[in-house]
């Protein structure tokens, strides 16, 4: 078990962070540039001294400031992945992998790690030959060479490519659970964090502001900041009565939608853009139970095998499609349609619970 409990003043806010990660577990850490989720790795690994707190892994303390303990980084056996992997440029891959360890045991070590992540016929290839995955791959070999208590991740997909992150994220998900010790990574991606995290846990401001499982925090998010995080549409009005036991709420710049929640007064409106569909104008049923805003199309991006169409209407919202319905539909930017979603898939969320 990884267990972290620190504070420390980072810049204009204060770090208070409280954390355990058991053996085989994989913790997330999520938010945006400058939450202080970097800082959290580099306490737990000795880069950092926290102004208080406690870092122990098993049964080993690696700081306890109240008790003048204080393990510098060579003695807290924790595999650290850099976001940019930090691999020494004249060094080849297998000696990059053994840097460090006793040189009796060094190049066996990198080999048979190197080979197990598929680069052995790369052994000798020097970093700048390698292409961004084998980079990775050769950065958390290093980590694991050491055969380390913990394994500590910073953004370590982020410097893949599009094309590359999605089959590195599967492969690290797999080490990860192999490793068989507790993981903390860092990433200001949540789809990424849902991919390679047990548990996320999603960060503001130097504070875990809602912890669980990825669908749990996508599902039922504490507050329109972790919406937002998690990818939602998120629109002001205001919550009144409505007809049928629903919630009417007017939103700002014009338009009303319809939630089953109940809510009253200041709300925002959460809806996922998988949720929302698209239709020409004039071609939508007004009486049924679905809320509908007319909206410009203003841009239109495919993802993947997705397409994510930006939309204007008094509040910007995005929807995501099949690259099938665009075609059907002819969405180009500067069109009309309708964007509708079902009033079950619209959350309301108290505008107090907003970021601060």
């Not at 000696?95 to 360890?101: E, K």
């Not at 009417?248 to 200041?266: C, D």
């Not at 349609?337 to 505008?351: E, G």
């Amino acid at each position: 078990m990884l267990s972290l409990a620190v504070e420390t003043e980072l810049g204009d806010f204060g770090l208070d962070m409280e954390l355990e990660v058991a053996p085989g577990e994989c913790l997330a850490l999520a938010g945006p540039s400058g939450a202080g989720k970097t800082s959290v790795l580099r306490i737990a690994a000795g880069l950092q001294r926290p102004r208080a707190g406690r870092v122990a892994c098993g049964d080993r303390v690696w700081l306890d400031r109240a008790n003048g303990v204080d393990l510098p980084p060579e003695q807290r056996r924790c595999g650290y992945v850099f976001q940019h992997y930090a691999l020494f440029p004249h060094l080849s891959a297998w000696q990059n992998v053994g840097y460090g360890l006793p040189r009796r045991e060094r190049r066996a070590r990198a080999h048979e790690l190197l080979e197990r992540f598929g680069l052995a016929h790369r052994a000798d290839a020097h970093p700048a030959t390698l292409s961004g995955g084998e980079r990775q791959r050769v950065a958390l070999a290093r980590a694991l060479a050491v055969r380390p208590d913990a394994l500590l991740l910073d953004e370590p997909l982020s410097a893949l490519d599009a094309r590359t992150r999605a089959a590195a994220g599967r492969e690290l998900a797999a080490v990860l659970h192999e490793a068989g010790v507790p993981a903390l990574l860092v990433t200001h991606d949540f789809q990424e964090a849902a991919l390679l995290g047990d548990r996320v846990g999603v960060m503001d401001l130097g504070k875990v502001v809602q912890l669980g499982s990825a669908s749990e925090l996508a599902a039922e998010p504490a507050s329109t900041f972790v919406a937002d995080f998690t990818g939602a549409v998120v629109l002001i009005g205001t919550a009144s009565a409505g007809e049928g036991g629903l919630t009417r709420v007017t939103l700002e710049g014009g338009g009303e939608v319809t939630s089953p929640e109940p809510a009253s007064g200041p709300v925002a409106v959460t809806v996922f853009p998988w949720d929302i569909t698209l239709a020409p104008p004039g071609t939508v049923d007004p009486g049924s139970a679905r809320n509908h805003l007319d909206v410009e199309v203003v841009s239109v991006t495919a993802v993947g095998n997705r397409v994510r169409v930006g939309l204007a209407a008094p509040q910007p919202l995005t929807a995501e499609l099949t690259e099938p319905a665009v075609e059907r539909l002819h969405v180009h930017p500067g069109g009309r349609v309708v964007a509708s979603w079902k009033a079950t898939a619209t959350r309301l969320l108290p505008l107090e619970a907003n970021r601060s």
